[in-house]
């Protein structure tokens, strides 16, 4: 299929970029409540990273999509709000960042609904996509997705370059978005200790590959990473660089996945 049929006429690749709002659950998750050394970083999301990312997405004129931790939404509903109101998509990334594969499913069913019911309660409208803690859902998530309703997207796979569908009986169907650790920040910074520079390069190249071959190119960062000073130097050049190029889509998770249901059913 050339990208002429995969995507909307005189559009050769899509792009999104896409937040992942960890705050302190991420950190508590992988380190444990005790080690403030990691929760205090994880602080730096609410604090001060998700503004300086606001502020560059703003002057880009970019609409992004920021997957909100249940418990980061209950404890700080002005930012919530802040993204909602500048034009953003809000989604949901798990009630504490405790991942899905080992839970049992009525415990994920539950830790689901919390965090959609805190994130309705604060904007008043449903989250429609969904991106798992630490990308590692379990067998029944898509499944619990589904039962739960609502839900259009969700960006666990890392399997692929294009968008694909889980397809139900009903027809109430769910895209997934791939993205890949490639494209992530804090497995770039952190696990592999690139630099901003770097980073810049290794995302620059993956969307020269995705934008030739006009596939999907789905950034997952973190504002308690990227909203720091010089990985946000990164965003800033990552983003002028995608918009350099002719026949790009820069949309929010939400905006691909309506998209898709509707051209690509099957
Ligand atoms: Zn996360």
């Not at 619990?144 to 889980?166: A, C, K, S, T």
């Not at 027809?171 to 650790?181: C, D, G, M, Q």
């Not at 997952?220 to 190029?245: D, F, N, Q």
Request: with cysteine; proline share 6%; hydrophobic share 35%.
């Amino acid at each position: 299929m050339s990208s002429e049929k995969i995507w909307p006429p005189g559009i050769r690749c899509a792009a999104v970029f896409s937040f992942d709002n960890d705050d302190e659950s991420g950190m508590i998750d992988s380190f444990g409540p005790d080690k403030m050394f990691y929760v205090s970083q994880g602080y730096y999301d609410m604090n001060a990273g998700t503004w300086r990312v606001l502020r560059i997405l703003e002057r880009q004129n970019v609409k992004a999509t920021f997957c909100m931790v249940g418990k980061t939404a209950e404890k700080r509903p002005d930012v919530v709000k802040a993204i909602r109101d500048k034009g953003h998509e809000v989604a949901v990334h798990g009630w504490d960042h405790r991942p899905y594969y080992n839970m049992k499913e009525d415990e994920e069913r539950k830790d689901m609904q919390m965090t959609v019911d805190i994130v309705q309660k604060i904007l008043g409208k449903r989250p429609v996509g969904h991106r798992t803690p630490d990308w590692n859902p379990s067998k029944s998530t898509v499944n619990i997705l589904h039962e739960m309703g609502g839900f259009i997207w969700r960006g666990d796979g890392l399997d692929n370059d294009l968008p694909y569908v889980h397809k139900f009986s009903d027809k109430k169907n769910i895209v997934e978005l791939p993205s890949a650790v490639t494209l992530d920040d804090y497995d770039n910074y952190a696990e592999r200790g690139y630099s901003p520079q770097e980073v810049f390069e290794l995302w620059r190249d993956e969307f020269d590959v995705l934008y030739e071959e006009g596939k999907f190119y789905c950034l997952t960062m973190h504002p308690l990473v990227t909203g720091r000073p010089a990985p946000s130097k990164t965003l800033e050049r990552i983003i002028t660089h995608v918009k350099s190029h002719e026949g790009v889509w820069i949309a929010t998770a939400a905006e691909i996945a309506q998209y898709w249901l509707s051209k690509h059913p099957e």
